[in-house]
């Protein structure tokens, strides 16, 4: 019996043995198949049998690798398709255009006013009456400023300013609310004027001897070179008022735009659906409060301003003038009497 079991053990062994692998562990199998093996030509009376190694190392070296510089220029150009891909966009807001080229009065179009935002108004219950003829329409509570007026308006507005640099009169922007800074001095820049960013100091017209008495002044000629024959005589003379004042925020502004009116100084103010159009000489209803359209406003008047300038010089350089030639005795003169000031030399020498 013990014999009978231990021949069945070993006969299942060599059965186990005799018998193939799988497909599937073949499959897995890291080992080099029999038939793919084959015999290198004899040498002389020896044949060496070759490695299923050193048969693999000669496979892979038939085939040429790819260069670095080859799959380099692939991906570049898979980078290049992919940056390639998505929307093309044409044109873009750019907030700083405004302020480094501003449009020409010409230039200005009903898209451009919406687009600055310049039709929006204030809620109804704030509005003011007076400003019924410059509104559109009512949405939502709100009131919406017609944009025709507004367009119409505006180039009045640009033909003063530039009719006023044209004929050498000193303009003056003011604009206090907080952002209104770059647009109001861009704006003079371009018109030659003078600018007011932080507030306006009452008094400075009513009383400008007194507040503006020792601000520096000075004689030009036509082609704005400054004389200085004449600095001795500005010494008794009066505080010089602006021909002109430009106001971005006249609800901030009040007593500016009341004594500008008390010096006979025309005025022009953007006015909101909440302002009182009656306050400035020329008005241009729009929306005070953003500051794209205050920007875009105060741009195209500097244009017009710069329009005014240069033709104001052409025709200076042609011996045009616009105005009458000041001799030193007409500057020694009171403006409003036409006699010399009291205890000046020239009242002492005509006196003697």
Known sequence: MIVRNLFMRQSRQLIALNRPAPVFT????????????????????????????????ETTSTVPEPRPLK?????????????????????????ENVLRNPPKPADVTLEMLLAAGTHMGHSTSRWNPQNSRYIFGIREGIHIISLDV??????????????????GGIILFAGTRKGQKRSVVRAAELAKGYHIFERWIPGSLTNG???????????????????????????????????????LNPLENVVLLHECGLNNVPTIGII???????????????????????????GILGRAGEAGQARRLKMAQEGKTTYEAVTARQLRLDPLTGTPPPGSELEKSERD
């Open 150 to 167: 507004t367009a119409a308006y505006l180039r009045r507005a640009a033909k003063v300013v530039e009719e006023v640099a044209a004929r």
């Open 272 to 298: 909101d659906t909440d302002a009182d159009p009656t306050r400035v000489t020329y008005p241009i209803p729009a929306n005070d409060d953003t500051l794209r359209g205050t920007n875009l406003i105060a």
């Open 209 to 247: 001897q007194q507040i503006l008495g020792h601000c520096k002044t000075k004689v030009v000629n036509a082609l704005d070179q400054e004389l200085s024959k004449f600095r001795v005589d500005l010494a008794d003379r009066p505080s010089i008022k602006p021909d002109l004042v430009v106001v």
């Open 26 to 57: 073949r499959s897995l199998s890291t080992e080099v198949a029999s038939d793919t093996i084959t015999q290198t030509p004899s040498v002389g009376s020896a044949e060496i049998a070759q490695s299923p190694v050193e048969q693999v190392i």
């Open 71 to 95: 799959q380099w220029d692939a991906l570049e150009k898979r980078r290049h398709k992919f940056n390639t891909l998505g929307s093309k966009v044409q044109e873009s807001y750019d907030p």
